[in-house]
């Protein structure tokens, strides 16, 4: 019902930079919250931002490094990230809380795109 297609990962040396993107569609009527996570080899999924209509939250982290933003027209979500390093090496997951003309909110994931940092 909800489909959730990312971009933009790959590899980079530290100190670069990276920009996600993940665009949700199918029958959606309205959308909670936009966000990235991320699980290293061995590690639990994490928080690493979150957009509402209110604002956004950050992994400590990630704070002023990271950037999240949406276009709302699209559906889209995104991720810039600046000033990469080894220890942001994982693989990163959207995650949109959207209904849909047949479903109430609930929590949709996307496939995970692969960023490795270089040292």
């Known amino acids: 019902q909800v489909q959730l297609v990312e971009s933009g990962g790959g590899l980079v040396q530290a100190g670069g930079s990276l920009r996600l993107s993940c665009a949700a569609s199918?029958?959606?009527?309205?959308?909670?919250?936009m966000g990235w996570y991320r699980q290293a080899p061995g590690a639990q999924r994490e928080l690493v931002a979150v957009i509402t209509s209110g604002g956004t939250t950050y992994a400590d982290s990630v704070m002023g490094r990271f950037t999240i933003s949406r276009d709302n027209g699209k559906n889209t979500v995104y991720l810039q990230m600046n000033s990469l390093n080894p220890e942001d090496t994982a693989v990163y997951y959207c995650n949109v809380r959207c209904a849909t003309s047949y479903t109430p909110f609930r929590d949709y994931w996307g496939q995970g795109t692969q960023v490795t940092v270089s040292s």
């Open positions: 199918g029958s959606i009527t309205g959308i909670n919250t």
